[in-house]
């Protein structure tokens, strides 16, 4: 169960990293985050926050493109 847990944790520290959409200091600071806290609903929590904050600027981002082409 460990081993699980430490892939997972490899795994989602590594969709961090590879986000488009986040500034490379906000996925610093929320991977440090992650990295700092043992609780396991407090490391969902905090992904959960990273997406969604990626998601937003990711609609941001495209609002932006698509007010420029008019």
């Known amino acids: 169960m460990k081993e699980k847990r430490k892939i997972l944790n490899i795994e989602t520290i590594n969709e961090m990293k590879n986000n488009k959409y ?18 396991e ?21 495209k609002d932006d493109n698509s007010n420029l082409d008019i």
């Open 22 to 39: 986040m500034s490379p200091g906000r996925k610093e600071r929320y991977i440090t985050d992650y990295n700092a806290t043992k609780d």
């Open 41 to 61: 609903l407090e490391k969902i929590m905090i992904y959960a926050k990273f997406m969604l904050e990626a998601e937003e600027r990711e609609n941001e981002i």
